[in-house]
């Protein structure tokens, strides 16, 4: 809110400049920066209402600097005939206001301002509209007090009726819109209409213009629960809405209503009726809260002598009793009602003006027994360094997205979250797979011709479930494109092998044997380039029909890992083996394959036959349908005879013949 | 005899002394040393000359073998270290063009921060704990203090699954789900990305924040002070200074904002502290009693701290970033700089 310097004066003396001011106003909880012309900015926090006004900044300035707050003298001049031969009001609801109180102002002129009162307001951020109007806004700026100012003669029977909203019942508001309420909202109404959404906005039908005669002036205390309803189920936000819901101050009801009346009299030239309404639910009690001083020291770990402590509290305008020196009464005044009600709002007065930087700082214990440490977390971070050491860069891409980019991933929008309120179309569906954000990373990146695209991304993936929150799923995704060299000197783009070995490397790195690898049909994935990884994920060369419908120039190759599944592979615990100290024999056997029989076929059945003699085996090399196998023979506890070799290797080719159906070279 | 030793010596050495290659050295060697040199055949033949002379001759013959043995080991050093400068002059290379290999990857720079942030932590004594980003109103609102209907619920613009369900706005659900599982004490960070219905230049809809929480018996404020002035010391530099401000959350209480001298301005004022001198970093309070009722601690009993900072804004601030969604945008020309 702005604060006109001139105008805080009104309502505390002080000595201090505007910096020191907004510095003094910051450090205390009222975050303030200097405007030009002797204006303060003070933002005011979500539990300070009591503080959303000149005189609450006043009265902070005073606990603050111990400069006293000066009383606003009331000149208010009441004409000898009475209010109740004008108006009736009857509440109905009153635990949705439990107060309702109405002045009524006769033979107004409504017309502009006053200079000097434009020029305040001005200052204060408010623009004139006509005396009845500035002078409402003016209290609200006083004293925080909304009010709501009704042309008399409008009212039908100038019988005011505070009640629930007819299920159905139609109103439109000041801004000219229409709303169709419910039992939840309050109005005003007369005996045959709705003339204002209670504490939120007023009617055209009422509304104080340039005839306007007589005005009944409106100041109450509405429910902050129903304020906040009533604003967020209509979409209605007004200036009078926010204060009412964070609540307003139960005393300033009263006092608003009568500097309010007094001055709109005084600058309509109009009289003040006699007497008041004041539809009251229950008088309002302030409320004892009791402080242990040893508690704050406890709390807050600064030695703060109980003298400073009750100094304080009664310049924020508590009363306090000593009961003995481990105990304190706090009498809390109505305008702190609604943020004081706890000894630990206590202490935070007491901190916040004793000064947070005059607390010393110390060091906790924290080397204490029973810690966890999160091996998922560490299994993330061990991903990352070896994605990144294989020469892939790491991208953080939103985890919701539109329905386009599912579309063109080609990923089913059937069993996704959605958003209810998204902010755009384009992020209103939790991503399913961790492709989407790299498909479109790469599409961004090719559009601005980057040609070479090696990029991952480690993050969440959402599901519906059955429980009430969805599956959430860590998984790490990775896209590559072109070629992975330093420099264009090196030749070769990447294919389904390079995206293998860098798989290798991964679960290499990670100490996890690589779980059986077997062709696919998944549908991210190209046919005859496709392959799973049991139970753990997918890699491969990414679907042409993908690559075509996100427009990418080359081929890309694609891979997918469920962290979560290959976290539980690695929690089994590494263990030794020795070392061989017998030699090894080396074979080779050079083949024709034919073509549909798969290398790990070939491997599988050598192992088979080979039994634990043999201690690898892999080829070597490869053209067409001739392939080179090479087999390392060996036993741990002994030299292989030349004998037992042969006639295993015998044994093994023999098996390759008869029952792979290969041609020995 | 005297004169064909001398001349065979004198051939030898001319011969060994004009071999060009180490081919033609080994010639010569075969020639003037092998089984069938002149020199042998003068040795072999030592018995047929008098016993006089024979000393004489024998010496002058091992006199010259020596001579030839010693030539031609210099001679073959001389060809192998031409051999080796011919080798080197050939293998030469142009040091100035680009290496060899594959190109190194790089952290986005939001999880080094990240990284750098829980590194601090996690040497102070703090463990790392996760929780869902989809939360239920209950552990994102209700268990923090912030109840339906209540005003305070506007100061995170939330986007929602269903009536009850949503993004999280912040890590702090963490928080009551590790207290309702274990009991004090407890060091706890929790690092990961939260949602929000925001989007401009410093807002994304999705960005990362780092949560910490200490419960134990006789924490204090003093310990929040200390624990967050030292890191932000070791995460902007041990001369900046650090300031706690009152504030407003819901489930702390007392609340402070956290401001660190302007590492652009050191505090004089400039376009990014808004000429404050001060950059908001973290926020950070007591934890408010109504907390732990929820998770059923005894608020008499023990106290903690928790605070909560945006890893985005110190990724911002730390590397001059101008624009929140160049984290999200995923430019490799922006990524490669970290």
Not at chain 1, 236 to 250: A, K, N, P
Request: charge should be neutral.
């Amino acid at each position: 809110m702005k604060v006109p310097i001139d105008w805080l004066k009104e309502l505390v003396s002080f000595r201090a400049g505007s910096d020191q001011l907004a510095q003094m106003l910051t450090m205390a909880g009222l975050e303030t920066i200097v405007l030009p012309d002797d204006v303060l900015e003070v933002d005011i926090l979500p539990n300070r209402a009591d503080a959303w006004s000149m005189r609450g900044i006043a009265r902070e300035i005073s606990a603050i600097t111990k400069f006293k707050t000066k009383s606003l003298k009331l000149k208010m001049r009441e004409a000898s005939k009475k209010i109740n031969s004008l108006v009736k009001v009857e509440v109905r609801d009153r635990d949705l206001c439990p107060r309702y109180m109405a002045r009524v102002i006769e033979n107004v002129k409504v017309g502009d301002s006053p200079e000097w009162l434009k020029k305040k307001l001005e200052r204060a951020g408010i623009r004139s509209i006509n005396n009845v109007v500035d002078a409402v806004n003016y209290l609200l700026h006083e004293l925080g007090q909304p009010m709501h100012a009704f042309d008399a003669a409008l009212i039908k029977d100038q019988s005011i009726i505070v009640r629930r909203a007819n299920p159905g019942e139609r109103v439109v508001t000041l801004d000219g819109k229409e709303h169709i309420l419910d039992s939840e909202v309050l109005v005003i109404a007369d005996p045959e209409k709705v003339i204002a959404v209670g504490g939120v906005m007023g009617c055209a039908n009422t509304e104080v213009n340039p005839s306007t005669k007589t005005v009944i002036l409106e100041s109450a205390f509405f429910n902050p629960v129903s304020i906040h309803k009533t604003s967020k189920n209509l979409k209605l936000i007004s200036e009078s809405s926010v204060r009412f819901e964070h609540g307003v101050d139960w005393d300033a009801v009263e006092e608003a209503l009568d500097r309010g009346a007094a001055l709109i009299a005084e600058l309509g030239r109009g009289e003040v009726l006699k007497g008041k309404v004041d539809a009251l639910a229950k008088p309002r009690t302030p409320r004892l809260v009791e402080l242990r001083p040893d508690r704050v020291i406890q709390i807050l770990g600064a030695e703060i002598p109980v003298g400073d402590m009750i100094s304080i509290l009664k310049r924020l305008g508590f009363k306090v009793k000593k009961v003995d020196s481990r105990k304190l009464k706090v009498e809390i005044p109505l305008f702190r009602s609604m943020d004081i009600e706890r000894e630990i709002d206590l202490i935070e007065e007491i901190a916040r003006i004793w000064g947070f930087n005059r607390i010393e700082t110390a060091m906790p214990n924290t080397a204490f027994a029973g810690k966890e440490v999160d091996k998922e977390d560490l299994l993330h971070n061990r991903v990352r360094e070896i994605m990144v050491g294989c020469g892939l860069i790491e991208i953080q891409s939103y985890s919701m997205l539109g329905p386009k980019d599912f579309e063109n991933a080609g990923v089913s929008l059937d069993r996704t979250i959605k958003i209810a309120n998204p902010l755009t179309v384009e992020e209103s569906i939790m991503r399913t797979h961790i492709l989407t954000g790299l498909l479109k990373t790469a599409v961004h990146n090719q559009n601005r011709q980057i040609e070479d695209i090696f990029i991952f991304e480690i993050g969440k993936v959402f599901y519906p479930s059955k429980e009430k929150l969805p599956e959430e799923k860590w998984v790490l995704g990775g896209l590559l494109m072109g070629s992975p060299f330093m420099s264009a000197l090196g030749k070769g783009e990447v294919d389904y092998f390079y995206v293998k070995g860098l798989l290798e490397n991964l679960f290499k790195g990670l100490g996890v044997e690589l779980p059986k690898i077997a062709e696919t049909d998944n549908f991210l994935l190209q046919p005859g380039k496709a392959a799973a990884i049991e139970g753990i994920g997918i890699f491969g060369a990414l679907h042409p029909d993908i690559q075509r419908s996100c427009e990418l120039a080359k081929p890309a190759f694609f891979f997918e890992i469920d962290l979560d599944a290959l976290f539980k592979l690695i929690m089994e615990e590494k263990r030794y083996k020795p070392i061989p100290i017998f030699p090894s024999v080396s074979r080779d056997i050079s083949m024709f394959v034919p073509s549909d029989l798969e290398n790990q076929r070939i491997v599988e059945m050598i192992e088979k036959v080979g039994g634990e003699m043999v201690e690898k085996v892999y080829p070597f090399d490869k053209y067409k349908d001739s392939v080179a196998y090479r087999i390392v023979y060996r036993n741990p506890e002994r030299t292989l005879t030349e004998e037992e070799v042969n006639s295993k290797h015998q044994a093994i080719v023999q098996a390759l013949v008869s029952k792979l159906m290969v041609r020995i070279r | 005899m005297e004169d064909k030793i001398s001349r065979i010596k004198e051939e030898a050495l001319k011969v060994i002394k004009e071999a060009k290659t180490l081919a033609l050295l080994d010639e010569a060697r075969v020639r003037y040393l092998g089984k069938k040199s002149e020199l042998l055949e003068i040795l072999k033949s030592l018995g047929e000359i008098s016993s006089e002379e024979r000393p004489k001759v024998g010496a002058s013959v091992n006199e010259v073998k020596q001579a030839i043995e010693q030539a031609l080991r210099n001679r073959k050093a001389i060809l192998l270290q031409a051999d080796q400068k011919k080798k080197i002059a050939a293998e030469k290379v142009d040091v100035t063009l680009p290496g060899k290999g594959i190109k190194r990857g790089s952290y986005h720079p939001l999880t080094q921060v990240m990284e750098e942030a829980k590194g601090i932590f996690l040497r102070m004594g703090f463990e790392v704990a996760e929780g869902p980003e989809v939360e239920t109103d209950y552990y994102n609102f209700d268990g923090l203090n912030i109840p339906s209907h209540h005003p305070s619920r506007d100061m995170w613009s939330t986007l929602f699954i269903s009536e009850a369900v949503l993004l999280r706005t912040h890590t702090s659900p963490v928080q009551i789900r590790v207290m309702e599982k274990r009991k004090p004490p407890l060091a706890i960070i929790a690092p990961g990305r939260v949602y929000r219905r925001d989007s401009d230049a410093t807002h994304s809809p999705v960005f990362h924040q780092l949560e910490g929480f200490l419960v134990n018996e006789k924490v204090t404020f003093g310990d929040l002070k200390g624990t967050l002035t030292e890191f932000l010391r070791q995460m902007f530099g041990k001369e900046k200074k650090v300031r706690f401000r009152p504030s407003f959350f819901p489930f702390t209480e007392p609340s402070a904002e956290v401001d660190v001298e302007c590492v652009m301005c050191s505090g004089k004022g400039c376009r990014l502290c808004k000429d404050t001198g001060w950059l908001e970093i973290l926020g950070s309070g007591m934890i408010d009693p109504n907390v732990f009722k929820a998770v059923e601690y005894d608020p008499e009993k023990f106290t903690g701290y928790a605070f909560g900072m945006g890893i985005d804004r110190i990724a911002m601030i730390k590397y001059g970033i101008d624009n929140i969604r160049l984290f999200y945008e995923n430019d490799l020309r922006f990524l490669e700089q970290f």
